[in-house]
């Protein structure tokens, strides 16, 4: 019995890419967490955050926000951030976990100076960092 030949190509074409990352937003969909990459080692981990704390001000939010899209969102509080902008150590804790290729990551404001940190897929926020004290990327306006 004669062996199959493979039907694919000797040298396929390399300009073809899959694509990933925001290139796939759909604008009708609504926010998805994915709690997979949180850093739970770190100076922002969520280990610091108190359950009465998380139950209190995080899940509450967190909850509405599902059902809001990222483009129904106000963006004076919930933005991505560029790394760049980050503090020395923030970019740091990003090359530690092997995130350095990261350029940006979205940024949820809650009470007072609280945040969340994110990398954003599409309509999915992977959670990163929990950030009481606004310490990532601090802002120059007061209050904030």
Known sequence: MAAKKSKQKDNP???????IG????NKKKTLVWKMAN???DGPW??????CSEFLKDVWEKMR?????TWDSMN???????????????AQERLRQLGRDQLESLA???FNGKKRIWAHRIGNEFWLLWWDPKHEVCPSSKRGT
């Open 75 to 89: 963006r004076k509080q919930h933005h991505m951030v560029s790394v760049s902008r980050m503090i020395p150590r």
């Open 13 to 19: 074409a390399s300009q073809k890419r899959p694509k």
């Open 64 to 68: 509405h926000f599902e059902t809001m």
């Open 38 to 40: 949180v850093d739970c």
């Open 45 to 50: 981990s969520w280990d610091k955050l108190q």
């Open 22 to 25: 925001s290139g796939l937003v």
């Open 107 to 109: 940024s949820f404001h």
